[in-house]
């Protein structure tokens, strides 16, 4: 775990310093005496570069601190998430089919849609299900500053307690892209960074079967699912097949005996 409080851009800015000055070195013909030193150097240089990039995106990674991407357990418990909402009419179609299944599932909502549909976020927790924070503007946090950052988590959060009378302890970063110093925002909030174990990549609608299909394929217990039911703030995009996807996964999921669970009762059990 990274315990530098730098922000991901910095840590390549430095990189690409030292890549520049090993290159630099190198093409004048200096530090070549043994081995070509600086273009070693460049060479380390852009592969530090790719490997904090890396973890800073990797949903399981937890080099910048914890995250949840799924929870070992013996139980046969899986935690089903939707993105990006609220977002009509899918994300009320998607309520239709938990209520239906009677399972419950977390929604991690974006501020800006959560305003503009309050009743869907009402809905969402008058049903039994757990509300978490996905930013004001769906934004990737590694390109945002502090300040920014801050505002698009605390506006979020604020919008959520007032609409709903509920605090929310989770929150997952768009993408999942996060670094040290988003980590350690969420940390001082009390916000637990929730990732995910299997994602289908449905927001790209490659058909219903392939949605199924890519999510039953990695299934096990304590898996965290990631579907959506928006998208981001353009909210144009159709969620068709994902709500079809959904009630196929849990008949499915169901017939295999597992039980459906929201994001913090598989993080903490005992909650
Ligand atoms: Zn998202």
Do not use: C
Request: net charge negative; charged share 25%.
């Amino acid at each position: 775990m990274l315990d530098l409080n730098v922000r991901l851009v910095s840590i390549l800015g430095v990189l690409t310093v030292i890549v520049l000055v090993g290159l630099t070195f190198d093409y004048f013909g200096k530090l070549r005496r043994q081995f070509r030193l600086g273009l070693l150097v460049a060479f380390l240089g852009i592969a530090a570069g790719g490997l904090f990039t890396f973890m800073a995106v990797i949903p399981d990674e937890k080099f910048y601190g914890p995250v949840f991407s799924e929870v070992k357990t013996s139980r046969k418990v899986v935690a089903l998430t939707f993105d990006d909402g609220p977002y009509p009419p899918y994300t009320g179609q998607i309520l239709d089919v938990l209520r239906e299944e009677q399972v419950s599932a977390t929604f991690f909502v974006v501020g800006k849609n959560a305003e503009k549909y309050p009743d869907l976020v009402r809905r969402i927790v008058n049903e039994g299900h757990q509300v978490g924070n996905h930013t004001y503007s769906h934004m990737d946090l590694l390109k945002a500053d502090s300040k920014t950052i801050a505002q698009e988590v605390d506006r979020t959060s604020a919008i959520i307690s007032d609409i709903t009378g509920k605090e929310t302890r989770l929150v997952r970063p768009p993408h999942g892209f996060r670094d040290a110093v988003v980590m350690e925002m969420m940390t001082k909030r009390n916000l637990s960074v929730v990732e995910w174990s299997i994602a289908s990549r449905d927001w790209t609608n490659p058909g219903v079967d392939e949605i199924v299909n890519r999510t039953l394929s990695k299934i096990k217990n304590g898996s965290i699912i990631l579907l959506h039911d928006g998208d981001g703030t353009a909210q144009a995009a159709s969620r068709e097949e994902t709500v079809a996807a959904a009630r196929r996964i849990i008949d499915e999921l169901k017939n295999q005996g597992y039980i459906f669970v929201t994001v913090s009762e598989i993080v903490n059990p005992e909650e």
